[in-house]
């Protein structure tokens, strides 16, 4: 039976691949981005900034009202806006923290009160081994992707009883715009990955479809690195 499924930052980059794993199911998948652009085959997609609250809240209410409640939620949506630390500008700091985590919390918060009611559902957000592995030039992003985890795992524990999973997939290096910049420092990084090569989207939505699946409906509150090794044994 195909499933209602939210994914935020679905315009591009692994958005883009975990709403196609899930178009690919036969899911109705409800693409969210500040530009509204979707993959094909979405069921519907909306312009949302995720950092502003009410935007949020009412596109997953919009989202509820066509397809009923959100089972399978996708917090994905994110930025860098890396400089070092004591260069770092206010304007860098909250941009990155107001995306990355208080929009994290508004998308989640608005998908799990329908959960709740129907007593099941699955919310992956999309974390990063920064906080792990500490990266220079990424204060911001670390910190943010560093209060995800706790997020989720609080969350996690509030819903475990109505059969809600909450879970963080942390991914290493992945080949996005994201990281298209990075130039021949990509090369640099990509030398320190154990398993010698970037990641593709396609290798964090696999995981991201797997911990919406039925195979994985007792893993809650888990951190799973998605990094080909990079944040081994950390
Ligand atoms: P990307 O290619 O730059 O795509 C970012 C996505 O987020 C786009 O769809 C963008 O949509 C959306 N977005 C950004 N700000 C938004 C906002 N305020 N409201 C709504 N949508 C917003 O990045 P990516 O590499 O796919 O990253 C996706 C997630 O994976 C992020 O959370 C990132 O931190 C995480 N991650 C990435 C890597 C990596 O190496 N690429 C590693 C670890 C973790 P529009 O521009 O259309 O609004």
Known sequence: ?????????ASRGIGAAVAEHFI??????????????????CAASLSVD?????????AVKDAIALFG?????????GITRDGLAMRMSDEQWRDVLATDLDGAFYTARAAMASMVRARQGSIIFIGSVSPF???PGQANYAAAKAGLMGLARSLAKEVASRSITVNVVAPGLVDTDMTTDLGPASDEMAAMIPMGRIGAPSDIAGVVGFLASNHARYITGAVLAVDGGLALGL
């Open 50 to 58: 995720v950092a502003q609250s009410e935007q949020v809240t009412a």
């Open 24 to 41: 690919a199911l036969g899911d109705h998948v409800v693409a969210l981005s500040r530009s509204g652009a979707a993959p094909e085959g």
């Open 133 to 135: 592995i500490g990266v």
């Open 69 to 77: 409640p959100v089972e399978v939620c996708v917090v994905n949506a």
């Open 1 to 9: 039976m195909s499933r209602h499924v939210i994914v935020t930052g």
